[in-house]
């Protein structure tokens, strides 16, 4: 089981790391250091006073970046922040740091080329780094495609890496010890957990055993990446699009190709159905296929991405009601501690939304894997109605 995951984690991490690659995202009219929303002006470091310096602060928070930002203050232009390995396909494979953008400050030149940092997306310009627009304000400076090791990219390798210590450790204690200490103690109840009440009754007593590795997998993966997300760290792994089209993906091509011939029967030629009905289930049911990772992606992606955008609107809320003064000194300290202590407890259901989202991919995942593999009884025919027909009595008592 322990070879299993740890070739799940090797794939999970090449889906998640080519699925960041030339992510789109919308772009506004500013650059890629500050932020601009309704006119108003926010610098990455500088306060949030004011409701729309608050919306472009989540803004920030929730999009990926070429740097690993732990504190800043960009009116003094002081940065605490690791930046990462640029990696561009521009007439061959164009590598260098992130600091040569300073932050979007300045146009990085590598082997005669010059790229600008603009809204978190890398262009091809000048030396001056000039940036032209179409009609739609949009830039239309080529993009050369960018699969550099963004703050995603190194979250989910930090995940992976907690994964397999902790897993490693486990595995090395079975081997001596009967029952596990330390941290094992927590891991294993998961395990049997997710052995016995989610891969046992959706995949099945005699096939569950294949897919526990990436069952446990996608369980751990999601649930450290949520509390992660949690931390001062400011990570926003799994409220990422391209993260979560990732791990929706491998679920549907282990589904599709674990299938049985019977899933495919089910799906083009429906058994019990007239064959006229048989041919309108066709697309159907092959939506259908597309249809369950596409709710298994929407639903994390959207119940992450909900629960940062209701705790930073909290956490903003409490400065602007500490310097909205208008409303007087008693009731903005009371505005204040009245928003702290709801995003206290925002805080607290966050940490089972943690657990709940896992849990529910992870459900989900192994019922779509159990449908496709399930093994169906064809001992008894159907009528024409598709009513099952045990025998022959049975059909003397139906249409006699």
Do not use: C
Not at 10 to 30: C, G, K, M, R, Y
Not at 73 to 85: G, I, N, Q, Y
Not at 139 to 165: C, E, G, H, R
Not at 309 to 314: A, D, E, K, W, Y
């Amino acid at each position: 089981m322990f070879r299993a995951y740890l070739k799940t984690v090797f794939v999970a991490l090449i889906f998640i790391a080519f699925s960041q690659a030339n992510a789109e995202e919308p772009t506004q009219d500013h650059d890629a250091h500050d932020t601009t929303v309704d006119g108003a002006d926010y610098g990455e470091g500088d306060a949030v006073n004011t409701k729309d310096e608050v919306s472009a602060f989540i803004q920030h928070h929730l999009q990926d970046s070429h740097y690993f930002t732990l504190f800043e203050k960009a009116e003094d232009h002081f940065f605490v922040s690791l930046p990462l390995p640029v990696l561009l396909w521009d007439d061959g494979l164009q590598a260098f740091s992130a600091s040569k953008f300073h932050h979007g400050e300045t146009v990085a030149e590598h082997n005669g080329n010059y790229y600008k940092l603009y809204h978190g997306k890398i262009y091809k310009t000048d030396a001056a780094g000039t940036i032209t627009y179409d009609e739609d304000h949009h830039p239309t400076q080529a993009k050369p495609f960018d699969f550099s090791i963004t703050k995603n990219v190194v979250v989910a390798l930090l995940v992976s890496l907690i994964m397999f210590f902790l897993f490693k450790g486990l595995a090395k204690q079975y081997k001596t010890r009967s029952i596990p200490k330390g941290i094992g103690r927590v891991l294993e109840p998961l395990v049997i957990y997710v052995r016995d009440e989610i891969a046992k009754p959706n995949v099945g007593e005699k096939k569950y055993r294949k897919f526990m590795g990436f069952l446990l997998t996608v369980f751990f993966f999601i649930w450290i990446a949520n509390l992660l997300g949690l931390t001062p760290l400011g990570t926003n792994l799994t409220g990422n699009i391209a993260v979560t089209v990732g791990l929706a993906l491998l679920t549907y091509l282990i589904t599709t190709f674990s299938a049985n011939k019977d899933y495919w029967k089910h799906i083009f030629w429906m058994p019990g159905v007239h064959w006229i009905m048989k041919i309108f289930f066709i697309p159907i049911e092959l939506v259908g296929t597309l249809t369950k990772p596409f709710a298994l992606l929407v639903r994390l992606y959207a119940n992450i991405t909900a629960g940062h955008v209701v705790l930073f609107t909290l956490l903003g809320a409490i400065t602007v009601a500490k310097t909205d003064l208008s409303i007087g000194t008693g009731a903005s300290i009371g505005y204040g501690v009245f928003y702290f202590v709801l995003a206290v407890f925002i805080t607290l259901i966050e940490l089972l939304v943690a657990f709940l989202q896992a849990y529910i991919f992870t459900l989900l995942s192994a019922l779509f894997i159990g449908m496709a593999v399930a093994d169906h009884d064809h001992e008894h025919e159907h009528d024409e109605e598709g009513h099952e027909i045990a025998d022959v009595e049975d059909v003397r008592e139906r249409f006699v």
